[in-house]
């Protein structure tokens, strides 16, 4: 009980949020091209050019806030592209988004080359870091279970708050029904004089706007830094959240905070002296057990059907039985 | 292109007309959908337009609908002249249109449904309770039950159709076309919608409907327009109609006998079909209680209008599809629980409705596709490689013997005319030995020289000792070819006429569904 207590605490479900906030901000925003009809698998270069740009623009204007309007920009600009090529130019979604990704990679390597004359990772040079936000009173309305919602990022709270907000815009306002009907019946849409091609370009920015969130969130708020590669998979975590959440932001909500336990509970048992790299697995192995669990449960209902008359039919007509030879 | 017809319209009549349509001609390439056809509909009355498929139906009323523009003629709406250049202006002149596949969305309510594209707001966000709220308000008044709250994809799909009713409703729709209201609705469901189309009328709208199906017509409708390979046969009341004088205006007379010469050859049962039940794509009874045999040396042809359950029965026999209920069994295997490749082995040979689809692979040379299915066989291959020696030369003799014409073996499939692909699938289905030819629609799409030579062709395997199913929406060709014409309708055999006596009318009641009980041999 003792380890348990050490392993689960205050602390644990902190970290979690923590860990949580990048790929749910990521995810949100693929969210809204997965909901318009899109797979949008450049969610990870959109993140990483967020990220190298709000260290950029930190260390350009010396504010951090600069700094995350400068990563917004660039995942942006990146979306646009990305949109321009799929919905204009009708291009593969998923060759579009995986070229947009290297190129994402090679670019931040390449000017961060240029820029700091370094490879690696930019520390220092005067980033200015997003700080941290105490919330009044938390302490003496939670006591020691305040570092739950005080302490944090201040993108962190964005991300949990966007939640509700994209559950209200999907079934509350035009702009979300519209993009739904859009990804889930497009000639419905069309029938109705909703411009598929304009709902589709929103959704891809709104997904740059978010990504480019993340992004910044990771080098100005999780830690004050830029690495190479520094979103390491989570963009593509979040289009595995994707998949299977089918888009719904409450689904997503669940499977990021999957995911950031699953990151959380991993850093914690490295301190067990437990070998890090199975330790390590185990986001990816709560992945893949997640995704069986729910496709299997997903099995079409056709299938199901099939069952049903085979029964039928075996109950009903003695005489039909299966590999039955001889006609009447 | 567009020019209207000469001559102003008459102007005492169009004060009590909703709709009036002149001269309108429409075609597609050398195809004549529309020709000349006249129509006009009477404010608050329930006019049929009805004919067989592609007799013009769904084109005229798509040109009504502003979702085709005619080559030719003019429209009227309450007696004024207007350009319907696309749906939106026909929205807003008070027309409204059910079309035959539904445009819903599964995941969204049925209120939310009704008012996309006008959703009621309040404060920027979705009144959900004040769509809710007339959305019931409409079903109540015309007896369009639905619940408005619940999600569509969990509804069948007569409440979807009502769905569409009341999004046309909602926005304003003082005149109603529906295409084939009736084609996806049990008797109940129908019966209902009869009800509300009469409130409809009641209150002073029009409704326009489009179907191929006599009792319904003769039930529900005011006034029937006749189409028959898109020309306009007459406009009638419906009240002095006999259902034999609308078959007759529906088939024509035109139907040619040109019955080919046969010698009697009954031989044993090849095919046996028994009971046997399948669902459609939607999961509804698409084939029901088919029982038939078919004897080496016959050509049995399936008649109907398409989509009655033909492309069912040749799936279902095929492999594609599976039984529901039901056997059949080709030389005494039980086909239902084989798979298609084992079907063919068992003696099989399958020439497609849809050739593009599944009978050729469009990109590869005509070698190839004489080659498919038998790849895996001595001469062709030996040991995993292929000999394309032999295949070419196998090649070349079939195009010399089916008469195709190409520039020789290596040529791509989807280079050649309609008729000549399909003599490449009946080159490559005839070849390979089966005893059972499943032949659909053989000859849609293709020119008249080549329907010839492939008629030619089906005698001949008939000849030769096998048993053929000849399905075709074409009377005259199942007049020409078959020994037995089984009539389909509803997924259902209404009745077998001998080929020998084969009389368009009869067929043609069967068809429009009224059985037939002294020709019901197979209906139990």
């Known amino acids: 009980m003792e380890i348990l207590d050490r392993l689960v605490n205050v602390a644990l479900i902190a970290a979690t949020l923590r860990t949580t906030a990048p790929i749910l901000l990521v995810a949100l925003g693929g969210s809204f091209t997965t909901k318009a009809g899109i797979f ?205 959440s089918n888009g719904d932001p409450l689904k997503v909500l669940a499977g990021c905070l999957l995911f950031g336990f699953a990151d959380a509970f991993s850093l914690r048992l490295q301190t067990f002296g437990y070998p890090s790299y199975l330790v390590l697995t185990v986001p990816y192995v709560v992945a893949l057990v997640a995704l069986f669990a729910l496709s299997y449960r997903a099995r079409p209902r056709v299938i199901a059907e099939t069952l049903e008359s085979m029964r039928k039919l075996l109950s009903v007509d003695k005489n039909a039985e299966p590999g039955g030879k001889s006609p009447s | 292109m567009l020019s209207n017809t000469p001559g102003s319209p008459t102007l005492h009549s169009t004060a009590a007309m909703a709709v009036e349509l002149t001269g309108i001609t429409k075609r597609f390439g050398v195809f004549v959908a529309n020709d000349g056809i006249d129509l006009a509909v009477r404010r608050g009355e329930i006019h049929a337009i009805i004919g067989e498929n592609g007799a013009g139906k769904t084109t005229l009323m798509n040109i009504l ?185 529906m088939v024509g007379r035109e139907v040619s006998f040109d019955r080919r010469p046969r010698a009697s050859l009954h031989g044993d049962v090849v095919l046996e079909v028994k009971d046997l039940w399948a669902r459609d794509d939607r ?104 000999n394309w020696n032999a295949i070419g030369q196998n090649a070349e003799t079939l195009i010399k013997d089916f008469d195709i014409r190409a520039r020789g073996p290596g040529d791509a499939v989807k280079r050649l005319s309609g008729g000549n692909i399909q003599k490449v699938v009946l080159a490559r289905e005839f070849t390979n030995g089966a005893d059972f030819l499943l032949i659909d629609q053989p000859t849609r799409g293709v020119d008249i020289g080549a329907q010839e030579a492939i008629h030619d062709e089906i005698m001949r395997q008939r000849a030769a000792g096998r048993a053929i199913l000849l399905i075709s929406v074409q009377l005259d060709e199942l007049a020409a070819l078959a020994d037995r014409i089984l009539v389909m309708f509803n997924g259902r055999i209404m009745g077998e006429v001998a080929g020998d006596d084969a009389d368009e009318e009869r067929i043609g009641m069967m068809m429009a569904g009224v059985a037939a009980p002294e020709l019901a041999a197979e209906t139990a």
């Open chain 2, 65 to 249: 609908f502003g979702l085709l523009q005619p080559d030719e003629g003019s429209i009227q709406l309450n007696g004024e002249e207007i350009v319907i250049a696309d749906p939106s202006v026909a929205i807003k002149a008070g027309l409204g249109m059910v079309h035959q596949h539904f445009k819903l969305v599964p995941s969204l309510s049925v209120a939310d449904n009704v008012f996309l594209g006008m959703e009621i707001r309040r404060h920027g966000l979705i009144d959900h309770a004040a769509q809710v709220a007339r959305t019931r308000e409409l079903s109540k008044r015309f007896g369009l039950q639905v619940d408005p709250t619940e999600r569509v994809g969990l509804l069948s799909v007569g409440i979807e159709q009502r769905i569409e009713i009341l999004k046309v409703l909602v926005r304003g729709a003082r005149t109603i076309i529906l295409d084939e209201p009736t084609a996806v609705l049990t008797p109940q469901e129908s019966r209902e919608l009869f009800q509300t189309l009469r409130s409809f009328v009641a209150e002073g709208m029009t409704v326009i409907f489009i179907s191929h199906h006599l009792e319904e017509v003769m039930e529900v409708s005011d006034t029937v327009t006749v189409l028959r390979n898109g020309k306009k046969v007459a406009t009638r009341p419906t009240a002095e109609l006999s259902k034999d004088e609308l078959v007759h205006m």
């Open chain 2, 283 to 386: 999961l509804l009874p698409a084939l029901r209680d088919a029982s038939f045999t078919v004897r080496s040396g016959e050509v049995v042809g399936i008649a109907g209008v398409a989509g009655n359950g033909q492309t069912e029965l040749a799936e279902v026999l095929s492999g594609l599809r599976p039984a529901s209920h039901g056997m059949a069994w080709l030389k005494g295997q039980n086909l239902t629980a084989l798979s298609p490749a084992a079907i063919r082995e068992a003696g099989l040979a399958h020439v497609p409705g849809d050739r593009m689809v599944r009978g050729v692979d469009r990109n590869a040379s005509i070698s190839a596709n004489i080659l498919m299915g038998r790849q895996h066989r001595a001469p062709w291959s030996r040991g995993g490689v292929l």
């Open chain 1, 40 to 244: 949008n698998i450049g969610l990870e270069g959109q993140m990483l050019v967020g990220a190298f740009f709000a260290v950029l623009g930190s260390i350009w204007t010396g504010s951090a806030l600069a700094g995350v309007a400068c990563g917004v920009a660039a995942a942006l600009v990146f979306a646009l592209v990305f949109a321009v090529l799929v919905v204009s130019f009708k291009a593969n979604e998923v060759v579009v988004g995986l070229a947009l990704n290297i190129l994402a990679g090679g670019m931040t390597i390449s000017l961060m080359k240029a820029i700091f004359g370094t490879r690696g990772s930019i520390v220092g040079h005067g980033i200015v870091g997003l700080p941290k936000v105490q919330l009044p009173g938390a302490r003496d309305l939670l006591g020691s279970w305040a570092p739950l919602i005080s302490g944090f990022t201040p993108l962190v709270y964005v991300a949990f708050i966007a939640v509700p907000l994209l559950v209200l815009c999907y079934n509350r306002t035009r702009l979300g029904l519209y993009i739904r009907v859009v990804g889930e019946k497009p000639e419905a849409a069309e029938a109705l004089g909703i411009s598929i091609t304009r709902v589709r370009y929103i959704a891809s920015l709104l997904c740059g706007l978010l990504a480019g969130l993340a992004g910044a969130h990771l080098s100005l708020g999780y830690i004050t830094m830029f690495t190479e590669n520094m979103s390491s998979g989570r963009g593509f975590m979040a289009v595995a959240i994707l998949i299977f």
